[in-house]
């Protein structure tokens, strides 16, 4: 099975900041990553696939990058609305697997 | 607009079975493939199992396979899990995720259900 490493396990931010949040694949998994967003109590939404592919409707503030192993998610001028937990998630083969998540907390 | 609705959450005994339910609209059910993911209280998301839109590939996490299975009833646009022998560990929302269409990722999330085994 892929292991998805993902750090940091939280971080604390402030408005208008920008994070990087991390996700490290055991092994190759080309460009076969998803960025989900989750607020407490909801479902998880797509952020982010392909590794850099925007979802329709996501704003332009978060981008993603990265191949092979080694994939971020940028968040730049944090709003308000961002503070949730992150998460990656590969798809190049099954089982599909997550990363731990990322809560990104206000500061 | 596409949309996907868990039912059929409930306490149960250890030991014992529960059949979850997901059903889709607002889309062609039958023309994608679809995964049930796992959320345990406080915890992070888990994979579960995969079939696909004509139930001819199915796979499953190691932590429920002989224990869950997956279905599906394309005639009435609904995604089952039945799962058995349960145990305190399975305690956790349960949801339904629609795979993007010849893409594979996951692009639609039900509102997920959820399902505590406790005596």
């Known amino acids: 099975d892929i292991q998805m490493t993902q750090s940091p396990s939280s971080l604390s931010a402030s408005v208008g900041g920008r994070v990087t949040i991390t996700c490290r694949a055991s092994?190759?998994?080309?460009?076969?990553v998803v960025w989900f967003q989750q607020k407490p109590g909801k479902a998880p939404t797509s952020l982010i696939h392909?590794?850099?592919s925007l979802q329709s409707g996501v704003p332009s503030r978060f981008s993603g990058s990265g191949s092979g192993t080694d994939f971020t998610l940028t968040i730049s001028s944090l709003q308000p609305e961002d503070f949730a937990t992150y998460y990656c998630q590969q798809y190049k083969t099954y089982p599909y697997t997550f990363g731990q998540g990322t809560r990104l907390e206000i500061k | 607009e596409a949309q996907l609705v868990e039912s059929g959450g409930d306490l149960v005994e250890p030991g014992g079975s529960l059949r979850l339910s997901c059903g889709g609209s607002g889309f062609t059910f039958s023309s994608f493939n679809l995964n049930w993911v796992r959320q345990a209280p406080g915890r992070g998301l888990e994979w579960l199992a995969h079939?696909?839109?004509?139930?001819?590939?199915?796979h499953y996490a190691e932590s429920v396979e002989g224990r869950f299975t997956i279905s599906r009833d394309n005639a009435k646009n609904t995604l089952y899990l039945r799962m058995n022998n349960l145990r305190p560990e399975d305690t956790a929302v349960y949801y339904c995720?629609?795979?993007?269409?010849?893409?594979?990722?996951?692009?639609?999330w039900g509102q997920g259900t959820l399902v505590t085994v406790s005596s």
């Open positions: 392909a590794t850099s």
């Open positions: 092994h190759d998994i080309s460009n076969f």
């Open positions: 995720a629609r795979e993007k269409y010849y893409d594979y990722w996951i692009d639609l």
């Open positions: 079939i696909s839109y004509g139930s001819t590939v199915i």
